[in-house]
């Protein structure tokens, strides 16, 4: 899936033009901000310090920079700046119109992911950024979304009409990467018993149950059907149903379940949004994360507080959904492995979506220690295979032993006979090609 996704590169002398070209106000001041320092030229363009000076050798000799030395705001002792050219602000004028017309992903707050120009990045996130902001986001991260915190408070759109209630708040927009609520899906045929190993596991308050099978199984399927049952026993239960994606980073995951437990820019008692970066690039502080977030969600007076204009007050527990969690464990599994810690001690219950089993805990969370429960799905019984097939309008050619026999009970390839009366059907083999052998 990650193979067709834009791919952006700057430059490193790119990123110091683009980032001079954002200050040149401060051009012939004797006393300038840190941004025009080697250090802080670094941080903004993402770069180590010594990678910063062979730039600027390079553009001094092309002329497009010049030195001084000269006072910094805040500092003692004056240091080495740069600032641009008339050469260099035509240079930058130029990379700017070049640059502002690749093409970078984002997903709005309606959740859509849209492919545009960086240049109306800005405009689409409601967000006072930069082009240069912009585009090393989308080279480290690869999708913007709209709300993220590190783009600032959303901005107030020029004109007479009032935004609704809300909008101005850090990280509203971060619902659009995740669920409240499971998705609708087809009718659940058999399954009984998988069901009723979910009910079991959630009435015995165990942290953590891996729900795994090869690809189209119906492990989505099955968990969100659970969900709405149990949604009906537990109506204030609050979801948070994340669905993985190759490109997701345990940063993006780290902000959405901040949202998710009430965290933003009005509460944040425990200083939680410090601990993600607010560089391009950055990593997650995973072990401050894990210590103020175990904290947060032991405190009792404190949630309390936060959710008591909320209708039935305080949720008993946060359920925590990765759904195709194999995407991102590579990418994630410190994250992972802090939030199975957590639910070791706080109100949070989490469930993992996955094509295998996870790397994040071993064996003895599994049979000794109780932490973990796997549950592994495969294909259909022959007598629910013969249930689904006998409720079609039109009976299929082939045996229903012969069906079962050919497909394993696959639910995906029982779809493909109801839609098309065939048994092994060729988008079916295609699937199974691609998605089960190869996959």
Same mark, same amino acid.
Request: glycine content about 8%.
């Given at each position: 899936?990650?193979?067709?996704?834009?791919?952006?590169?700057?430059?490193?002398?790119?990123?110091?033009?683009?980032?001079? !070209?954002?200050?040149?106000?401060?051009?012939?001041? %004797?006393?300038?901000?840190?941004?025009?320092?080697?250090?802080?030229?670094?941080?903004?363009?993402?770069?180590?310090?010594?990678?910063?000076?062979?730039?600027?050798?390079?553009?001094?000799?092309?002329?497009?920079?010049?030195?001084?030395?000269?006072?910094?705001?805040?500092?003692?002792?004056?240091?080495?700046?740069? #600032?641009?050219? =008339?050469?260099?602000?035509?240079?930058?004028?130029?990379?700017?119109?070049?640059?502002?017309?690749?093409?970078?992903?984002?997903?709005?707050?309606?959740?859509?992911?849209?492919?545009?120009? !960086?240049?109306?990045?800005?405009?689409?996130?409601?967000?006072?950024?930069?082009?240069?902001?912009?585009?090393?986001?989308?080279?480290?991260?690869?999708?913007?979304?709209?709300?993220?915190?590190?783009?600032?408070?959303?901005?107030? +759109?020029?004109?007479? /009409?009032?935004? +609704?209630?809300?909008?101005?708040?850090?990280?509203?927009?971060?619902?659009?990467? %995740?669920?409240?609520?499971?998705?609708?899906?087809?009718?659940?045929?058999?399954?009984?018993?998988?069901? =009723?190993?979910?009910?079991?596991?959630?009435? /015995?308050?165990?942290?953590?149950?891996?729900?795994?099978?090869?690809?189209?199984?119906?492990?989505?399927?099955?968990?969100?059907?659970?969900?709405?049952?149990?949604?009906?026993?537990?109506?204030?239960?609050?979801?948070?149903? %994340?669905?993985?994606?190759?490109?997701?980073?345990?940063?993006?995951?780290?902000?959405?379940?901040?949202?998710?437990?009430?965290?933003?820019?009005?509460?944040?008692?425990?200083?939680?949004?410090?601990?993600?970066?607010?560089?391009?690039?950055?990593?997650?502080?995973?072990?401050?994360?894990?210590?103020?977030?175990?904290?947060?969600?032991?405190?009792?007076?404190?949630?309390?507080?936060?959710?008591?204009?909320? !209708?039935?007050?305080?949720?008993?527990?946060?359920?925590?959904?990765?759904?195709?969690?194999?995407?991102?464990?590579?990418?994630?599994?410190?994250?992972?492995?802090?939030?199975? #810690?957590?639910?070791?001690?706080?109100?949070?219950?989490?469930?993992?979506?996955?094509?295998?089993?996870?790397?994040?805990?071993?064996?003895?969370?599994?049979?000794?220690?109780?932490?973990?429960?796997?549950?592994?799905?495969?294909?259909?019984?022959?007598?629910?295979?013969?249930?689904?097939?006998?409720?079609?309008?039109?009976?299929?050619?082939?045996?229903?032993?012969?069906?079962?026999?050919?497909?394993?009970?696959?639910?995906?390839?029982? /779809?493909?006979? /109801?839609? %098309?009366?065939?048994?092994?059907?060729?988008?079916?083999?295609?699937?199974?090609?691609?998605?089960?052998?190869?996959?």
């Amino acid at each position: 899936m990650s193979a067709g996704l834009p791919k952006v590169s700057v430059a490193v002398q790119d990123r110091v033009l683009l980032h001079l !070209a954002g200050q040149v106000e401060q051009s012939d001041r %004797y006393v300038v901000g840190p941004e025009l320092t080697r250090p802080g030229i670094a941080e903004a363009c993402a770069q180590h310090p010594p990678n910063v000076s062979r730039a600027m050798r390079n553009l001094l000799r092309d002329e497009a920079v010049s030195e001084h030395t000269r006072t910094i705001r805040g500092e003692d002792r004056r240091q080495k700046t740069w #600032q641009l050219t =008339q050469r260099g602000k035509e240079l930058a004028e130029q990379l700017t119109t070049d640059l502002g017309s690749t093409k970078v992903l984002l997903r709005n707050n309606e959740g859509e992911l849209l492919e545009i120009e !960086a240049r109306e990045a800005p405009e689409r996130l409601a967000a006072d950024i930069t082009l240069l902001q912009v585009l090393m986001h989308a080279q480290h991260e690869g999708v913007l979304t709209f709300g993220d915190i590190r783009f600032g408070i959303i901005s107030k +759109k020029k004109g007479s /009409e009032i935004p +609704k209630p809300g909008r101005l708040t850090p990280m509203t927009g971060a619902h659009a990467t %995740y669920h409240n609520k499971p998705p609708i899906t087809r009718p659940v045929h058999g399954r009984a018993d998988e069901i =009723q190993a979910l009910h079991d596991w959630f009435n /015995e308050r165990k942290p953590c149950a891996v729900v795994h099978g090869i690809a189209g199984i119906g492990k989505s399927t099955l968990v969100a059907h659970w969900l709405e049952q149990r949604i009906k026993e537990d109506p204030y239960l609050s979801i948070c149903w %994340y669905p993985c994606q190759p490109w997701d980073r345990s940063l993006g995951l780290a902000t959405s379940l901040l949202h998710r437990f009430g965290i933003g820019e009005s509460h944040d008692p425990y200083n939680l949004i410090e601990t993600l970066p607010l560089t391009p690039g950055g990593k997650v502080d995973v072990d401050a994360w894990r210590r103020r977030l175990l904290s947060y969600l032991t405190d009792a007076r404190t949630i309390r507080e936060r959710y008591k204009n909320e !209708a039935g007050g305080p949720p008993p527990y946060w359920l925590i959904v990765l759904d195709d969690v194999h995407h991102m464990e590579e990418n994630a599994k410190d994250l992972l492995g802090a939030l199975l #810690q957590i639910s070791l001690k706080a109100p949070l219950r989490l469930l993992f979506i996955s094509r295998t089993t996870l790397r994040i805990y071993d064996r003895r969370d599994v049979h000794t220690r109780g932490v973990v429960r796997e549950m592994p799905l495969s294909g259909l019984s022959l007598e629910d295979t013969k249930n689904w097939l006998s409720q079609l309008e039109h009976t299929p050619s082939v045996g229903i032993d012969e069906v079962h026999a050919a497909t394993g009970g696959h639910p995906l390839a029982l /779809e493909l006979l /109801e839609l %098309y009366g065939q048994a092994t059907h060729e988008d079916w083999l295609r699937f199974l090609d691609e998605e089960i052998l190869t996959g």
